[in-house]
């Protein structure tokens, strides 16, 4: 940490992990916007899900650096650690895709617990003010559909259904691990589902809007009621940018919209949005293992930090779709290639189910 005595403000060394993600840049343009002073510094491994050019408005910034590395790398960690002596860590890097988790869990053990751990080994030997580590409802498993007044809390018992999941507990666990053993300042935030602009167009929204917009099947897993509650990202941003300042170490703290939607609603808004017939749904094979209603109680967050989403899925939704109009070029380039034969592999021969 250094001072600007111009000023007379504190300036943070701020290393975020997987900011070339979808998330993780979110974040990056929201600090960069609301603390102008703050270094930043985007550690990310570009997996497929991760983009350079998703950061190119910021790439030139004084204040802010892009280092290619694998949060699994400890050398290239250290090194990075050492170097730069960072003052907060936010570790946004995962492997975040659940129906890739379902195909190949090892990636998911190595990148979310093992790269976890040798983050906060590193913040361990070089010191850190804050490890953030961002996790997921998911960890809390699922709620039944018929009992709309059960929620996730803080305390609710970790309970997984895919490997994905399993992997974001296990690390959430060493979290809490290595702030009670070797008194890390340690914080976790559990999110449930994020939509918004640059998200990778595998998941739910933007697999919908792309497919749609090139009039091709919207696949609908199992009967399609599943629930899960909808955060714009920029209200998730700016939630841990306030436990980051005001949230205490040792804390957890679950971060929901308060949006819950049934499946196939949010696909055909979608085609309303787009004007795009429903009969290019198609309901699929669904997703083993897969959890029926994620539903957050943001009550901690809300009164101990004032908290609160902002953004109307209404609003929230059209900003995206939008976005995903406006910058064709962008997911156009990410989905093209290797990305087209891995998803003709992966979900070419779901079964399309009966309509009811
Ligand atoms: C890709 C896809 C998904 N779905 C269903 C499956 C889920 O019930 C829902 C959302 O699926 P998605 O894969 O977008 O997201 P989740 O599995 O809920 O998990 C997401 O939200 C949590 C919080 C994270 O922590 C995950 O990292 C993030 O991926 O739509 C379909 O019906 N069809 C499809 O083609």
Redesign the pocket.
């Known amino acids: 940490m250094k001072y600007d005595f111009s000023q007379w403000r504190l300036i943070m060394k701020v290393i975020v992990t997987g900011g070339a993600g979808f998330i993780g840049s979110n974040f990056i343009f929201y600090m960069m916007k609301k603390h102008p002073d703050y270094e930043i510094i985007c550690l990310d491994k570009l997996t497929y899900a991760g983009n350079l050019s998703t950061l190119k408005s910021v790439l030139d910034k004084p204040n802010f650096k892009f280092v290619k590395l694998d949060i699994c790398d400890r050398d290239g960690v250290y090194k990075l650690f050492e170097e730069e002596k960072p003052d907060v860590v936010v570790n946004f890097a995962?492997e975040?895709?659940?129906?890739r988790s379902i195909e190949n869990p090892t990636i998911f053990l190595e990148t979310n617990i093992i790269g976890t751990s040798v983050l906060m080994d590193a913040c361990r030997k070089y010191g850190i003010k804050r490890f953030h580590q961002v996790s997921?409802?998911?960890v809390y498993g699922d709620l039944p559909l018929d009992r709309p007044d059960l929620f996730f809390h803080e305390d609710t018992p970790l309970h997984t259904s895919s490997p994905?999941?399993s992997s974001?507990a296990s690390a959430d666990l060493l979290v809490g691990a290595y702030g009670r053993t070797y008194n890390l300042p340690v914080t976790i935030s559990r999110?449930?589902?994020?939509y918004g602009p640059y998200q990778f167009p595998?998941?739910?929204?933007p697999?919908?809007i792309q497919r749609a917009l090139n009039n091709e099947k919207l696949?609908?897993?199992?009967d399609?009621e599943?629930v899960?509650d909808w955060l714009y990202v920029e209200d998730h941003c700016k939630a841990i940018d306030l436990i980051l300042e005001k949230g205490k170490a040792g804390e957890i703290y679950n971060i929901g919209g308060h949006n819950e939607m049934h499946?196939i609603d949010i696909?055909k808004l979608i085609c309303d949005y787009l004007d795009k017939p429903y009969s290019l749904i198609e309901h699929?094979t669904d997703?083993k293992g897969?959890?029926r209603r994620?539903a957050i109680d943001p009550d901690k967050i809300h009164k101990e930090l004032g908290w609160l989403p902002e953004t109307m899925f209404k609003d929230g939704i059209k900003k995206t779709i939008q976005w995903y109009l406006d910058n064709k070029e962008w997911w156009e380039n990410i989905i093209s290639g290797d990305y087209q034969n891995y998803y003709k592999e992966m979900?070419g021969d779901r079964k399309v189910l009966d309509k009811d």
């Open positions: 995962a975040s895709h659940v129906d997921t409802d998911e994905y999941s974001k999110c449930s589902n994020n595998e998941k739910l929204i697999l919908m696949p609908v897993y199992g399609g599943n899960r499946n696909v699929v997703r897969h959890d994620y979900y």
